[in-house]
């Protein structure tokens, strides 16, 4: 076993050496213009363009044209809102999300709040589903467009987006959907979730970084979009740009590896998931799950380990790569916004860490994170006051706290 | 973020973790931060004739909170009452080579020091060894 043991799929994931492969002619001697009409150079990258749009669509059971080029999934997010609000501001200027989205859904949102449009953040319940009756009582004459992230990238979430899907087809309103951290992993059909938008990106399924999509449904409806780049009328008008080749190459090859390999790998991965779980949570008290306990992603487990913090874990858990909830990981003083969304109080929320499981991983890993983690977390409690107070019986909620900031 | 070797160092051997009895007349005990911050520090000091002879810690937080107030135990072995209330977190930055976000930690750092230092003149103001510690007793 090699260390350090990478285990944050969430982030990002390697590009599979098969995917590398497929790339690699597609930078120098096939390094035409997919946009050059009259030249061989030209026929041959936009015949390997259509080829990775045929493995993407076939994914996610879409046509081929209906796959937009993007440079990832932020884009992605950006373009199916913008672009839709902008379409249909004459429609309507409401729109419906959750608050467990991705930064790149609340920051756009946010945005359009700015530029006049009013948005509705709907709440999701203590497992992180949102409640598709709530999304619906958020309706409005004015909804256009209503988006929902199909699996969590910090609690692996899957929400119940057909039936979302459903609620938005009889109203009228657009329904988009974040599959970023769903595509690949779990069985994705925008037919059968009646989805009219939805982005996903190469790098989370293992893929190269710096290639996104974004599909948008051309019958029933036909989905139209402003686009928020303009030039050379690449992609149907909606997003202009030379296409880059050997990034859409890779993609459709990651894509179609996962297409092929899901059965087999999200059985796998899901055995592995629930080992590390139970590994963890049996030998240690005061471990709590977030999240829904199987309605969740086959790779991800995400805990809280009362009274340790989680910047300090993971700097125990050193030579393995995750992520926590805590504050001190990120930028802002405030910790994981969508544990927050679940109800999850703020000392557990520092005190979360996520293990994003993926195609590298073998048991062997997981047995060493299992045990790193208990030794780590036990040497922190000894150092905890919290447990101490919390073993000698104190309620540390009924404790006035001095110095809070 | 990359942690400074010091920090590292402290995170690993910790130095005087533990605790003392809180209600013996000759201890000190300071606990500041709050749970819902992502940190609390308990640092306790034990004076023998005006001569801080222990003192120990206990720390929920990151890494640099864990290291400075190991720091600080060390610190505080062998100083005076007095000489310890000149302990600055800006002594604590600099040793620790801490960046500008965790300043914070050897402020919190400070303020253990500080109130256990406090806890301790309290205790002799008035009738040793009947007060509970100062962060305790506003529990409601
Ligand atoms: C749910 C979700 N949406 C969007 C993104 C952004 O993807 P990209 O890095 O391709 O812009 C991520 C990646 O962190 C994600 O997890």
């Given amino acids: ?405 | 973020m990359a942690y400074s070797e010091k920090v590292i160092d402290h995170y690993n051997n910790p130095r005087n973790v533990g605790s003392l009895d809180k209600n013996d007349p000759g201890v000190g005990t300071g606990i500041v931060g709050a749970p819902e911050c992502g940190d609390v520090m308990k640092l306790q000091i034990r004076v023998d004739e005006g001569v801080i002879v222990d003192a120990k810690f206990k720390t929920f937080g990151c890494g640099s909170a864990i290291a400075s107030s190991s720091l600080a135990t060390e610190w505080l072995k062998g100083r005076t009452v007095n000489e310890a209330m000149q302990i600055k977190n800006t002594d604590i930055v600099n040793e620790l080579h801490l960046p500008p976000v965790k300043i914070h930690c050897s402020v919190l750092a400070e303020d253990a020091i500080k109130a256990a230092l406090e806890d301790y003149r309290k205790k002799h103001g008035e009738q040793a060894g009947t007060r509970e510690p100062a962060a305790m007793e506003r529990k409601h």
């Fill in chain 1, 1 to 405: 076993m090699k260390l350090p043991i990478y285990m944050d799929n969430h982030s990002t994931t390697p590009v599979d050496p098969t995917v590398l492969e497929a790339m690699l002619p597609y930078f120098t001697e096939k390094f035409g213009n997919a946009a050059s009409r009259n030249h061989a150079f030209g026929w041959e990258a936009e015949a390997a363009v259509d080829a990775a749009r045929q493995q993407i669509a076939a994914l996610i059971n879409a046509d081929p044209k209906e796959i937009v080029f993007t440079s990832g999934a932020t884009e992605s997010d950006n373009l199916a809102l913008r672009g839709i609000a902008e379409m249909y501001r004459e429609k309507g200027d409401h729109i419906i999300t959750t608050v467990t989205e991705h930064r790149a859904i609340l920051d756009t949102a946010k945005r359009l709040e700015k530029m006049g449009f009013s948005v509705t953040y709907v709440p999701v319940r203590a497992d992180g589903l949102v409640d598709p009756d709530v999304i619906k009582q958020a309706i409005t004459p004015k909804t256009i467009l209503i988006s929902a992230i199909l699996a969590n990238n910090e609690i692996g979430t899957i929400n119940p987006v057909a039936e979302i899907g459903t609620i938005a087809k009889e109203r009228g309103i657009l329904f988009h959907s974040d599959a970023t951290q769903a595509v690949g992993k779990i069985p994705v059909d925008v037919q059968a979730m009646g989805i009219d938008l939805m982005s996903f990106t190469a790098h989370k399924m293992y893929g190269p970084k710096g290639i996104g999509a974004l599909y948008v449904r051309r019958k029933n409806p036909r989905v139209r979009l402003a686009p928020m780049i303009d030039g050379g009328g690449h992609e149907r008008g909606m997003r202009s740009g030379t296409l880059p080749v050997p990034l859409i190459v890779g993609f459709g090859k990651a894509a179609d590896i996962c297409r092929q390999m899901m059965p087999e790998e999200s059985k796998r991965l899901t055995a592995l998931r629930d080992r590390l779980r139970d590994g963890i949570m049996t030998q240690l008290d005061e471990t709590y799950l977030n999240g829904h306990p199987t309605r969740r992603l086959p790779n991800n487990v995400n805990i809280s380990f009362a009274y340790v913090e989680g910047e300090s874990l993971l700097m125990g858990l050193k030579d393995i790569a995750l992520s926590s909830g805590s504050a001190c990981t990120s930028a802002s003083l405030e910790p994981s916004y969508v544990l927050k969304a679940l109800g999850v109080g703020s000392e557990l929320a520092h005190s979360s860490i996520r293990y994003g499981l993926g195609r590298f991983n073998t048991e062997e890993e997981v047995e060493y994170v299992i045990r790193r983690t208990v030794e780590i977390v036990t040497k922190l409690r000894e150092m905890s006051p919290l447990y101490e107070m919390a073993k000698e019986g104190i309620d540390l909620s009924k404790v006035e706290w001095k110095g809070e900031h």
